[in-house]
């Protein structure tokens, strides 16, 4: 797996079931929201396979991965909602763009899943107009807008005071047990992840491998997984 | 009701003796698939499922929109999947609740405070223009003047060929229409006269400020706007540097110098397009050079040149002023850039006019 071209972490191997949150945690630049890329199909990985969905990304068609594209959900770190569009206008442009229900339908949808991330009084504001944790929700509505099997969460608590990280945590939980939507996280907020991961990826920038696949709490004892503990231990206590 | 196969999404509402509206749903309910109509009025609604297919986040979705004024309509007899769906929409607490909605006289007043606050902001920042080009001159302003000869090229060389260009057909336009009623009274040679003076005087400075609006303005406002939006003017006022004083005073002082030499330059270019017309018919290159030389007095040419200068002042601050105060976003990048060419054209035609009260007052 790499970056431009360039192998910047090897060894990575994992399974994940339906339903689980998986949060995949390191130091900055260790390349995790490179792994999200690959694992998505954002991205190729320079060697190796990325099966998602019963589906090997790195050897299907341009047209085969928009439409797996289509089956997962992203939260970028930074939003990335439609600056020209209103909140609601970006959560029914892939409900308009892929299922063309009728426009009623499409508004009800958008509303719908608005609402769920609590924003349902701000539907016609233009991200500029909102702050930052409500961004995050809104781009999280617009993750969800096409029901989406996987969900990938670039840092969701990234930018956000620790209430709010707290309450979008909370959702990402809810979200999972209403859907039972399965979600790969990026994240380096050890709370956040003791919270809501059921399993963690522990990548390392010295090895430039993927230490440890275990639950979060493991990485609390000093046992397997010496690196994790000491990243665990020193964000934990930040 | 509506109900049509079994396969498809259907809804059906039974209305008891005590009011209370059953509301049964069954089918398989997909997004893109035709979904029922039903309307009810009541206090009390349950609703059941009946033969409920698959259903993805449409069935949520539309019972979600039809339940919102019911206050706790009874969902216990649906799957434990679906109530949640439909709860989650209903229980997620807004923390940061936007503003409600305004009245007609609430949104005039707050667009008349946005109008007052807006020429406060403009007036500020010329305020810190002046002031920067006054501490600039005392040497105590920290301006990237690495920019000055780039900016000298962009807003100057680089104009010339559409500055030619729009100069030159200005001033054959100019003959066109003079010649047409000059002829009537037999008086061609006069045109010239009509020729240099309107170019000297007014077209050449207006014509170079309105192109310099169109390019330079907009690329100012375009460059600051996206330096807001990557957070550099925060970034160089976090270092204790003004950005006014950093970004605007080179552009400004570029564009400032540039669009005279400019306006001297569509001036001669224009009186060279009215003379290709002159000179097509009866007049001799000779006889039109020595009206137009006659008929541009130094005061007019002065004139001109003293507008050039307010003119390209005004370009530069319009897009420097909107770059500055753009929104955080790529579409209040795109809104800087246009506002700041509206501006810019709308204050140079203001100063244009004031400028020929002051020179008519003065005989100039």
Redesign the interface.
């Known amino acids: 797996m790499g970056h431009g071209g360039k192998a910047i972490m090897s060894g990575i191997t994992f399974a994940l079931k339906p339903g689980r949150i998986l949060a995949v945690v390191g130091p900055s630049g260790c390349g995790k929201s490179t792994l999200m890329r690959a694992l998505s199909g954002l991205d190729d990985p320079v060697s190796g396979s990325s099966r998602l969905l019963g589906r090997d990304l790195t050897s299907v068609s341009t047209e085969e991965r928009e439409q797996a594209l289509r089956r997962l959900g992203f939260l970028f770190q930074g939003s990335a909602l439609f600056?020209?569009l209103t909140l609601r206008e970006n959560v029914e442009l892939p409900?308009r763009e892929f299922?063309?229900?009728p426009r009623r339908?499409q508004r009800?949808?958008a509303?719908?899943?608005l609402?769920?991330?609590?924003?349902?009084?701000?539907m016609d504001?233009?991200?500029?107009e909102?702050?930052g944790?409500?961004a995050k929700r809104a781009a999280l509505a617009r993750a969800?807008a096409l029901?989406p099997e996987v969900l990938f969460l670039d840092e969701p608590g990234a930018g956000l005071d620790p209430l709010?990280a707290a309450?979008m945590d909370e959702?990402i939980l809810?979200v999972r047990?209403?859907?039972?939507t399965t979600i790969v996280m990026v994240s380096h907020e050890v709370p956040s992840i003791l919270r809501t991961a059921d399993f963690c990826v522990y990548l390392d920038t010295e090895t430039g491998r993927m230490e440890a696949y275990a639950p979060p709490r493991d990485f609390l004892s000093l046992g397997a997984h010496p690196r994790a503990y000491a990243f665990f231990q020193q964000n934990h206590r930040n | 009701m509506s109900q049509t196969s079994p396969s498809q999404a259907w809804a059906r509402t039974e209305v008891s003796a005590d009011g209370a509206v059953l509301l049964t749903i069954g089918g398989a309910w997909k997004?893109?698939s035709a979904?029922p109509e039903v309307a009810f009025r009541a206090d009390r609604v349950a609703v059941r499922t009946e033969g409920l297919e698959d259903f993805?986040?449409?069935l949520?979705?539309?019972l979600?929109?039809h339940l919102r004024s019911i206050r706790s309509p009874d969902l216990s007899s649906l799957p434990l999947?679906l109530q949640?769906?439909v709860r989650?929409?209903?229980t997620?607490?807004?923390?940061?609740?936007?503003n409600a909605e305004a009245g007609l006289l609430e949104n005039l007043g707050a667009w008349g405070a946005e109008s007052g606050s807006s020429w406060g902001r403009a007036l500020e920042h010329i305020g810190h223009t002046a002031l920067g080009f006054l501490r600039a001159g005392l040497g105590r302003a920290r301006v990237n003047w690495n920019e000055l000869p780039l900016q000298m090229q962009t807003a100057g060389v680089d104009a010339l060929p559409i500055v030619a260009l729009l100069g030159f057909l200005t001033g054959l336009i100019m003959a066109y229409v003079g010649l047409i009623q000059l002829k009537q009274v037999g008086a061609t040679v006069y045109v010239a006269n009509l020729v240099a003076l309107a170019m000297a005087r007014e077209m050449g400075a207006l014509m170079t400020g309105v192109i310099a609006c169109g390019r330079t303005s907009t690329a100012f406002a375009s460059q600051l706007g996206s330096m807001n939006l990557s957070q550099e003017s925060d970034a160089l006022r976090a270092l204790g540097i003004n950005p006014v004083e950093f970004l605007a005073l080179p552009r400004i002082l570029a564009v400032s110098l540039m669009v005279p030499l400019l306006s001297v330059f569509a001036t001669f270019v224009g009186v060279l397009g009215g003379m290709v017309v002159a000179c097509s018919g009866d007049l001799s290159v000779d006889q039109y050079v020595t009206q137009a030389v006659k008929a541009v007095s130094w005061k007019s040419f002065v004139a001109g040149f003293i507008k050039s200068v307010v003119f390209g002042f005004i370009a530069a601050w319009a897009g420097c002023y909107r770059g500055h105060v753009a929104?955080?976003?790529?579409?209040?990048v795109?809104e800087a850039a246009t506002s700041a060419a509206v501006l810019g054209i709308t204050l140079i035609v203001i100063a244009d006019a004031v400028f020929a009260v002051i020179f008519n007052l003065y005989d100039i």
Do not use: N
Request: with cysteine.
């Open positions: 600056s020209s409900i299922l063309s229900p339908e009800q949808l509303e719908y899943k609402s769920l991330v609590g924003l349902a009084d701000a504001k233009l991200p500029s909102i702050s944790g409500m969800l029901d709010t309450r959702l809810r047990e209403a859907f039972g | 997004s893109g979904l993805d986040s449409c949520p979705a539309w979600h929109a999947r949640s769906l989650m929409a209903e997620v607490a807004v923390t940061e609740t936007a929104r955080r976003s790529a579409l209040g795109g």
